[in-house]
């Protein structure tokens, strides 16, 4: 059996499969990326996926499909996919193992 580059727990999952049961139109699944941001350089993003790229990795677990773009499989690999609701706010976080170093509020972070 192959190691996924991303685990999903069971209430990520239950919110993507909601989020693209709202959506109104088929999707592929939700895909996952870095971009610049924030204080200490890169923060997650995550976007719906009408089609998977040519080099997208693919995770399945749970009953979705999560891709990960391919400029940030290097960045997220082990990270684990939660989702959670607090009473302040609610969002997905990302734990992930290759973190060096986190910004205060919690947008970015660094490899």
Same mark, same amino acid.
């Given at each position: 059996?192959?190691?996924?580059?991303?685990?999903?727990?069971?209430?990520?999952? !239950?919110? +993507?499969?909601?989020?693209?049961? /709202?959506?109104?139109?088929?999707?592929?699944?939700?895909?996952?990326? %870095?971009?610049?941001?924030?204080?200490?350089?890169?923060?997650?993003?995550?976007?719906?996926?009408?089609?998977?790229?040519?080099?997208? #990795? $693919?995770?399945?677990?749970?009953?979705?499909? %999560?891709?990960?773009?391919?400029?940030?499989?290097?960045?997220?690999?082990?990270? #684990?996919?939660?989702? +959670?609701? !607090?009473?302040?706010?609610?969002?997905? $976080?990302?734990?992930?193992?290759? !973190? /060096? *170093?986190? &910004?205060? &509020? *919690?947008?970015?972070?660094?490899?």
């Amino acid at each position: 059996m192959a190691i996924q580059a991303m685990t999903i727990t069971d209430a990520a999952a !239950e919110r +993507v499969k909601s989020l693209l049961d /709202k959506r109104g139109k088929p999707s592929v699944g939700v895909r996952i990326g %870095v971009k610049t941001k924030g204080c200490s350089g890169l923060s997650y993003s995550l976007e719906y996926v009408d089609e998977a790229g040519r080099f997208d #990795e $693919v995770v399945e677990d749970k009953g979705v499909r %999560v891709l990960i773009d391919p400029k940030a499989v290097m960045f997220v690999l082990g990270t #684990e996919m939660d989702y +959670v609701e !607090e009473k302040m706010q609610s969002g997905f $976080v990302f734990r992930n193992p290759n !973190e /060096k *170093g986190r &910004c205060g &509020c *919690g947008e970015s972070f660094h490899v």
